[in-house]
Nanobody, 115 residues
């Protein structure tokens, strides 16, 4: 199983970024997938999740209405569109895949929101 995140970087407040997570090594549509983030000195925090079929989506309270999660079955990717970014969104963002107690994690991608 491999999850590889991309798309992180430095962006100004109010800007946008699109993260992508490329998945391999498992039956993509059988796993719910999503994103957590972790800022320095803080616990890992839930950001967003999407069901295996892509119908159900959940968001953390701090990102609702600003972030959008989606999945592309053909490309085997899960994407996180992040708009109206704030300095407090600065963190390492981790992609995960989960099914029946099994959890897999990517290595993370850094997102920095600063002027």
């Amino acid at each position: 199983v491999q999850l590889v995140e991309s798309g992180g970087g430095l962006v100004q407040p109010g800007g946008s970024l699109r993260l992508s997570c490329a998945a391999s090594g498992f039956t993509f549509s059988s796993y719910s997938m999503g994103w957590f983030r972790q800022a320095p000195g803080k616990e890992r925090e839930f950001v967003a999740a999407i069901s295996g079929g892509g119908v159900f989506r959940n968001y953390g309270d701090l990102v609702t209405d600003r972030f959008t999660i989606s999945r592309d079955v053909a490309k085997r990717t899960v994407n996180l569109q992040m708009d109206s970014l704030k300095p407090e969104d600065t963190a390492v963002y981790y992609c995960y895949a989960a099914r029946l107690g099994q959890h897999y994690w990517g290595q993370g991608t850094q997102v920095t929101v600063s002027s």
